[in-house]
């Protein structure tokens, strides 16, 4: 089937991130012609690179315009239209759609959420003046919503194969082979200075991995240079490709991770993380992060139910790091859940199979 994914960049890297890692799953793992039409092409081009050739000539990447003139074409004409996100679609492009050879599915790919309301609205139909069948398609951790994307697997054989990218060889040499690692993604909002500052506290070694922009976040928000004692090393690396992200999650020893596809992807790589969610006007934002970890902390004990519910509202890390062992051991095992809910595929298997 062609598929035409449509990823409009509302901030940052997710909206790209999520539609460049469907369409890669969609292509390699299920045969399907895929097409992403997108309004800002540089960023999607930033997170596709570095990914096997043979995948990435498999995918045509084009700018949001080339939609509006193309469906007519019986070759051209879409069988499913993604709109990631939920972003408005061309009118030129609906427009052609109407009177294409044939009618496509359209797909509003939502938001992920680990709230309960997600499982009756999941796979609705969402009816339309123009009359194409249109529904809800909802990712999720719950066994009878979407699924989350997997693709690629990080499994201990390929991440070990992987060298250390090019592009950060120097700065990774600089590693002290005794220190804990950690990761840095997060929002201008979070206490990062105060929270390294109580991190260095602990008598351990921390080599803190900032990644691109991240550096500037805290000097800009302390107001003044960082001065932290030598046990924490900051270690400030470019932008990386999607797949060499995912192998720096694997390489550390805890994430720091936000919005989407950063989240599940520290839970894919097994490591204890915290989630710096999305924060939003309206609170909803704490609704989501109480849901996750409802099912995230299901089987956990008491003890580290509060050590991670401290650690994922910023709590300083002097109040639960000494729960860490016992949280990387919930990290694999959650990661061996997460696959095991998603033998099926996952969600791009889970969207064929809709689709068909
Ligand atoms: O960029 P994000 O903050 O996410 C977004 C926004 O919040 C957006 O509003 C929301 O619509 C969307 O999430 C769902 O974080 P996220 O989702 O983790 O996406 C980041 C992507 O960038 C992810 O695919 C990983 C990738 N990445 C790299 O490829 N290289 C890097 O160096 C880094 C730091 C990230």
């Given at each position: 089937m062609r598929w035409d994914i449509f990823c409009q960049i509302v901030d940052n890297y997710g909206d790209a991130g999520i539609c460049w890692r469907l369409a890669r799953s969609l292509s390699s793992l299920h045969g399907q012609d895929v097409r992403i039409f997108c309004d800002d092409l540089p960023t999607l081009?930033?997170?596709?690179?570095g990914v096997d050739q043979s995948i990435q000539q498999r995918?045509?990447?084009?700018?949001?315009?080339?939609?509006?003139s193309n469906v007519r074409h019986p070759v051209e004409a879409?069988?499913?239209?993604?709109?990631?996100?939920?972003?408005?679609?061309?009118?030129?492009?609906?427009?052609?759609?109407?009177?294409a050879p044939k009618k496509p599915l359209m797909i509003n790919l939502e938001y992920l959420?680990?709230?309960?309301?997600?499982?009756?609205?999941?796979?609705?139909?969402?009816?339309?003046?123009?009359?194409?069948?249109?529904?809800?398609?909802f990712p999720g951790f719950q066994a009878n919503v979407g699924g989350l994307l997997l693709d690629p697997i990080p499994d201990e054989s390929n991440l070990?194969?992987?060298?250390?990218?090019?592009?950060?060889?120097?700065i990774w040499s600089a590693l002290r082979p005794n220190a804990k690692r950690i990761s840095v993604f997060c929002y201008p909002g979070a206490p990062l200075r105060k929270w390294l500052e109580n991190l260095s506290l602990s008598g351990d070694d921390f080599d803190i991995v900032l990644t691109h922009g991240h550096a500037e976040?805290?000097?800009?928000?302390?107001?003044?240079?960082?001065?932290l004692p030598q046990s924490i090393q900051l270690l400030s690396i470019p932008f990386v490709s999607q797949d060499e992200y995912d192998w720096l999650l694997a390489q550390c020893d805890f994430n720091i991770v936000r919005g989407e596809d950063s989240f599940v992807r520290a839970q894919l790589a097994g490591k204890p993380f915290i989630w710096h969610i999305y924060p939003q006007e309206d609170r909803a934002h704490q609704v989501k992060l109480?849901?996750?970890?409802?099912?995230?902390?299901?089987?956990?004990?008491?003890d580290l139910k509060t050590a991670c519910m401290a650690a994922m509202t910023w709590a300083m890390p002097d109040e639960w790091l000494k729960s860490l062992d016992a949280w990387s051991a919930h990290s694999k095992t959650w990661r061996a859940d997460l696959l095991e809910k998603n033998a099926d595929g996952g969600l791009a298997a889970r969207l064929v199979h809709f689709v068909a």
């Open positions: 081009n930033l997170l596709a690179s995918i045509d990447l084009q700018p949001w315009e080339a939609s509006f879409p069988d499913v239209v993604i709109e990631a996100f939920g972003c408005t679609l061309p009118e030129r492009y609906v427009a052609g759609l109407l009177i959420s680990a709230e309960p309301w997600v499982t009756d609205f999941h796979a609705k139909a969402s009816l339309q003046a123009h009359g194409i069948p249109k529904y809800f398609f070990l194969a992987m060298k250390v990218p090019q592009s950060i060889e120097a976040l805290l000097r800009v928000h302390a107001g003044q240079e960082i001065n109480a849901a996750f970890l409802d099912l995230y902390l299901e089987s956990a004990s008491q």
